[in-house]
């Protein structure tokens, strides 16, 4: 069996991957352009592709078996013509619902706590040549009896939801399908879920139910002092609307994801005017070291099972 890994680099070359080895000879690029693909693939029976783009031209021109997706995501791969050629596409789910929700509360602790401007207080020399022991300019808030309102209420909504429940936080959420019932949240419309909550987090799939599902209209709803993020997929916000937004009120944005990324230049979230409002991280939600281990074992387990 020949392995090919089309976008080793987005693993991280922190995490060994040498467990591919004991299933055939292994081939891997750091990186692979559009015009690359095709060249690198063409003797291959096994492809690992993380955000390479795998088409029927692809298919067709080569012998590959099996398309291993190392994401949970699966739109980089032609799936209907995959199932015609009866070539198998596996992706990877749930491993990395831990680390996104940790990453989520890091952003909420990051603005409540006011970090940034305590370090820089310190680190300026300025306690020092206090007169009192203790700096309290900016004003910090217990995240106890808070309202979280979780956009999408699948495995990491879940994890996220329990573990503010243990922050004796009050949950409720919103249902981007309309079809998500649990019992254990106050299910409410996104309109009130963004008019009460302190802290708004999105964890839903991107579809045509939530494409510019926040927008200029709805987030003014949002109360002042309120947390909003997304960890979900960018396109759920509206960047534009966003940037607007912060710049009109005083609202805090966590955002993990961005509708094209890398994140281009003319992105209207880096040009904001209050930054202090907005913390925007390069898409690293997923990727806990545990993760990408969780994601290369269930992809050499992908690869046996299909193997034996």
Known sequence: MKIVILDRATLGFDVDISVFE???????????????TQDRIKDADIVLTNKVLITKEHMDNSNIQLICI???????????????????????????TSSV???????????????????????????????????????????????????????????????????????MYYSTSGRNSNSEYKQ???????????????????????????????????KDGAILLNLGRGGIINEADLAKIIDEKEIYCGIDVVSVEPILDSNPLLSVKNKEQLLLLPHIGWSSVEARNRLIEMVAQNIEDFIF
């Not at 987090?201 to 987030?219: G, Q, R, S, V, W």
Request: charged share 30%.
């Open 188 to 222: 409410v419309s996104l309109d009130e879920l963004l008019k009460t909550c302190d802290i708004i987090t999105i964890h839903a799939p991107l579809n045509d139910d939530t494409k510019d599902l926040l927008n200029y209209e709805n987030m003014k709803n949002i």
């Open 22 to 36: 004991k299933y055939g000879t292994v081939i891997s690029y750091d990186f692979t352009k559009k015009e690359e």
């Open 101 to 171: 929700v940790q990453v989520g509360f890091s952003m909420i602790f990051y603005f409540v706590q006011k970090l940034n401007y305590y370090k820089n207080y310190v680190d300026q020399g300025k306690w020092q040549k206090s007169d009192i022991f203790t700096h309290i300019d900016k004003p910090f808030f217990e995240l106890d009896g808070k309202k979280v309102g979780i956009i999408g209420l699948g495995e990491i909504g879940r994890n996220f939801a329990k573990k503010a429940k243990a922050f004796d936080c009050e949950v």
């Open 70 to 96: 190392t994401a949970t995501g699966m739109n980089n791969v032609d799936l209907e013509y995959a199932k015609i050629k009866k070539i198998e596409v596996k992706n990877v789910a749930g491993y990395s």
